[in-house]
């Protein structure tokens, strides 16, 4: 059979002020097209649906529907986990019309699917705590999936029943999937487990969370190994880390996906993917990426001449853009007028002055009887090494101005 694994959706998703979502429906359109191609049996997202727990209407219409349509007029499984930026209640509140589609939605940890059937379909044939198995008419065999929504470590051993202090979050995700497993995951079926969590081959890199993601790892106390995972198991798709990467530490791929676009620039030049899993039973999965092209890419860019940026930018009009400019002077308002008028995706600039050296010691004598501009221009020049442009000096006394008349 084949499986689409993807994660991290980040629906209604803004980079600083800019609006993602006309990008988000094209990515996620082009993943649709991909599930179609390449005619997968089920599709797994392994949390972050929304980048809120709040998300705005359009993100929820979009999740909805691409949802829909994934699962083929119901014909194809899609399983849908919250990820630590959704809410589990939210998540939860369609299962009843979205179970009728053929989604299932996974809020909490301890959420058990009651069984059910579709009429054309698939069916939810067993359920227990974290576990459902799915018949689907075409396959000869079963697909098991253990599954964990995001939650922290307290409420992971509250909502999974083992709460003695003693115990690690390692320790009670191996209890409880271990549990699942040995009962349920024999080798006459697919066993497939879903999980949004920050998880590493023991002794292995700690990889970064992404840059303005909210962290679940806090010290080393969230980190989950994934030697704790079940050796039934024939594959785990994870959701959190935005980066695709197999982290290994189990016999069988424990594979975070990617999310479909970059959203940070310390995510700028990553290749966002969606993975397609050919597995049956009693073998180890085995997966291919699919890369994804849509959406814009973002690009930390440096440089010295603003020519050389108005260049760039005009050459390069699809792109989201960091830029830092170097200069020996401060950026004045016509330069700036021009590289926004360049280009509609600058989200930051950032003015990098050189600092002219000054000789070691060197004390330069301040005159207090001067007036207010002189001593403005006297502290510049200390701070940056150079005397204020006219534009700054202006600002300084439309401030000054503007305070006299407050204390006035």
Not at 66 to 90: C, E, M, Q, W
Not at 114 to 124: A, M, N, R
Not at 373 to 397: H, V
């Amino acid at each position: 059979m084949k499986i689409l694994h993807t994660a991290d959706w980040h629906l209604g998703k803004r980079l600083d002020f800019f609006s993602r979502i006309e990008e988000q429906k094209d990515v996620i359109r082009e993943i649709c097209e991909i599930a179609d191609a390449e005619e997968v049996d089920m599709v797994i997202v392994a949390g972050d649906l929304f980048d809120a727990f709040n998300p705005p209407v359009e993100a929820t219409e979009l999740l909805y529907q691409s949802l829909k349509r994934l699962t083929n007029n119901g014909r194809r499984p899609v399983i849908a986990i919250a990820g630590n930026h959704d809410s589990p209640d939210r998540i939860d509140s369609p299962d009843p019309l979205a179970r009728a589609c053929g989604i299932i939605f996974i809020g909490y940890p301890n959420a058990v699917i009651k069984p059910f059937q579709l009429d054309v379909s698939f069916e939810i044939s067993k359920s227990d705590t974290g576990f459902i198995e799915i018949k689907i008419p075409h396959l000869p065999f079963p697909i098991r999936i253990l599954s964990t929504p995001y939650a922290n470590e307290l409420r992971l051993k509250q909502y999974l029943g083992l709460g003695d202090k003693a115990e690690n979050l390692n320790e009670v995700l191996h209890q409880s999937w271990k549990k699942l497993a040995d009962e349920y995951c024999d080798s006459s079926g697919v066993n497939i487990l879903t999980a949004h969590l920050y998880m590493l081959k023991r002794g292995g890199e700690i990889l970064e969370e992404p840059e303005g993601e909210k962290p679940i790892k806090i010290g080393n106390a969230d980190i989950v190994y994934s030697d704790q995972i079940p050796h039934q198991i024939q594959y785990t798709a994870l959701g959190h880390l935005h980066r695709h990467q197999n982290i290994g530490g189990h016999p069988a791929p424990v594979v975070y996906s990617s999310s479909p676009l970059p959203y940070s620039f310390s995510e700028a030049g990553q290749e966002k993917k969606v993975v397609i899993v050919h597995v049956e039973p009693d073998t180890v999965a085995r997966y291919e990426t699919k890369s994804l092209t849509k959406g814009r890419q973002l690009y930390r860019k440096r440089f010295e001449r603003v020519d050389e940026a108005v260049e760039w930018l005009h050459a390069n009009p699809y792109t989201l853009v960091e830029l830092t400019l170097v200069s020996d002077t401060f950026i004045s308002s016509a330069d700036l007028k021009r590289i926004h008028e360049s280009h509609d995706g600058i989200i930051h600039i950032i003015p990098v002055v050189k600092q002219q050296e000054l000789t070691i010691n060197q004390k330069i004598p301040v005159n207090l009887e001067q007036d207010m501009d002189d001593l403005f221009r006297d502290y510049f020049k200390s701070k940056y090494g150079q005397d204020p442009n006219t534009e700054i000096l202006d600002l300084f006394k439309e401030v000054v101005t503007n305070t006299k008349e407050i204390e006035e």
